[in-house]
């Protein structure tokens, strides 16, 4: 069953910043002025879906399964190889196509309904070779409304998700969630145990209230209500339901 991302109230209001966008959009060009034409054609390319996911992780964390289990559809591959090294931007599009933006970078058009209310960014493993982690720092986690940090929850103290949370400056850490994936392989007290480490390994970073989900995958594909997605998609909703990333986006040129 496909899910919701987004409720039918918040996507009239997202329709309603965009149109409001456009009004002004034109008001710069029939001013002939160039400078506040570029700003708000600047604000409205981040606006292009009511929200835009970033999902950060290492290798066989079980990154692309949280995301098709999230999303209901089958929108990131579930590959056996874990060598691909590629951002990929997800986006919706009437036809499937691949358009590069650099090294190790490109966008994909997806005929998903899902994707017409939120964008996602898959990143590669954190423990893979990446050349540049900049793209995902400057392009994408400024404009997100959301860095979802995957990991397995039988072992979240691998090194280089962590490592990477270093390179984020920290005013956007309230963006962030920590999620324990895979949870269906780890006991009670594993789950328990690793909730914890999750939120001490954040608070050493200085994430002042780190806020950790346990999810299933394999348990919300079969039906489960147990998976702890619901959960998380309330969450989600909640989070964007503020408005305050809407807000940064539109006002983040201007200052």
Same mark, same amino acid.
């Given at each position: 069953?496909?899910? #919701? ?5 918040? &996507? ?9 966008? +456009?009004? $002004?959009l034109? /008001?710069?060009?029939? $001013? ?7 700003i708000?054609?600047?604000? *409205?390319?981040?606006?292009?879906s009511?929200? *835009? ?11 692309s399964?949280?995301? +098709?289990?999230?999303l209901?559809?089958?929108? %990131? ?5 874990p %060598?691909? @090294? ?9 036809? *499937?196509?691949?358009?590069s !933006?650099?090294d ?5 058009s !997806?005929?998903?309904?899902? *994707? ?14 990446? #050349? ?6 400057e ?14 929850a ?17 005013d956007?850490?309230?963006k ?14 594993? /789950? ?12 050493e970073?200085?994430?002042? +209230?780190?806020?950790?989900f346990?999810?299933?995958? &394999? ?10 997605? @619901? ?13 305050? =990333?809407?807000?940064?986006? =539109? ?5």
């Amino acid at each position: 069953m496909k899910q #919701r991302v987004l409720s039918p109230e918040l &996507k009239k209001q997202f329709e309603a910043v965009r149109s409001l966008l +456009n009004a $002004c959009l034109a /008001l710069t060009e029939r $001013c002939s002025d160039t400078e506040a034409y570029r700003i708000v054609q600047d604000r *409205l390319s981040h606006l292009q879906s009511a929200a *835009l996911f970033v999902i950060v992780g290492e290798v066989k964390s079980g990154k692309s399964s949280f995301v +098709n289990a999230l999303l209901g559809d089958d929108i %990131c591959d579930v590959a056996p190889d874990p %060598c691909t @090294a590629v951002i990929q931007e997800l986006v919706y599009g009437e036809t *499937l196509t691949k358009v590069s !933006l650099g090294d190790n970078w490109e966008r994909i058009s !997806l005929q998903k309904d899902v *994707l017409k209310e939120i964008s996602i960014v898959d990143t590669p493993g954190t423990n893979s070779i990446i #050349r540049d982690h900049q793209s995902i720092i400057e392009n994408y986690i400024p404009q997100s409304d959301l860095v979802i940090f995957v990991f397995p929850a039988k072992n979240p103290h691998t090194a280089s998700a962590w490592d990477f949370l270093s390179l984020i400056r920290q005013d956007w850490y309230r963006k962030m969630v920590f999620v324990l994936q895979q949870a269906d392989l780890a006991t009670d007290h594993e /789950l328990a145990t690793n909730q914890e480490r999750v939120k001490q390994y954040a608070r050493e970073r200085n994430v002042q +209230n780190p806020i950790v989900f346990t999810v299933s995958a &394999k348990r919300e594909f079969e039906g489960a209500t147990d998976s702890g997605f @619901a959960e998380f998609r309330q969450f989600l909703l909640k989070t964007i339901q503020t408005g305050e =990333v809407w807000r940064m986006k =539109v006002e983040g040129s201007w200052d």
